[in-house]
């Protein structure tokens, strides 16, 4: 259940309003993440902001998605994992991956590195050593491409965190359980 206020599009006003007219074009409707981050129009820019930028970055749709599934399941993400098991899939990503990537792995060699890199990065707190950032760029990562998986994690880790304190009710199929 909800613990802040839940916006209804029809109630908001300003910028809120504005970006919840654009996530109507897109979506079709706007998501309960959005309902709650809507109580702030500078919570809710954060998001687009970052989420637009790294989606015109140089990590294609599928290593975004596999950082996005990876860390979500490891922060106990029930929405997220939800909505990018949907929106994974919608990518191109079977079901099988969508659950290597739950597990904090891939089969494909270079995604692995890229997942186990983005672990560390968290377990570290960023202090990772020159060979664990040398390891992800011979599996053939670019600089670009680091550093936009350090903001990946920046971005998941605001939506898990978000999630967790608004308590957003659960707008998609959930995902399947792990076994």
């Given at each position: ?93 079977s079901a099988?991956?969508v659950i ?44 670009g491409q ?34």
């Amino acid at each position: 259940m909800p613990r802040l206020h839940v916006v209804d599009p029809s109630e908001a006003t300003g910028d809120v309003k504005e970006i919840f007219g654009a996530f109507e074009q897109k979506l079709g409707k706007v998501i309960n993440i959005f309902k709650g981050m809507g109580n702030s129009a500078a919570a809710l820019k954060a998001y687009t902001g970052l989420s637009g930028a790294m989606a015109a970055g140089e990590l294609a749709p599928e290593d975004r998605e596999a950082i996005y599934l990876s860390l979500s399941e490891k922060n106990d993400c029930g929405y997220c994992v939800a909505a990018h098991t949907m929106l994974a899939q919608k990518a191109g990503l079977s079901a099988d991956e969508v659950i290597e990537f739950r597990r904090g792995g891939s089969s494909n060699a270079q995604r692995d590195a890229l997942i186990k890199f983005v672990f560390r990065v968290v377990e570290t707190n960023g202090f990772v050593d020159d060979a664990e950032v040398e390891a992800v760029r011979t599996a053939g990562y670019s600089d670009g491409q680091i550093a936009e998986a350090v903001a990946m994690i920046a971005l998941v880790t605001y939506t898990n965190l978000f999630n967790h304190v608004f308590g957003s009710e659960l707008d998609f199929p959930p995902a399947p359980e792990l076994s």
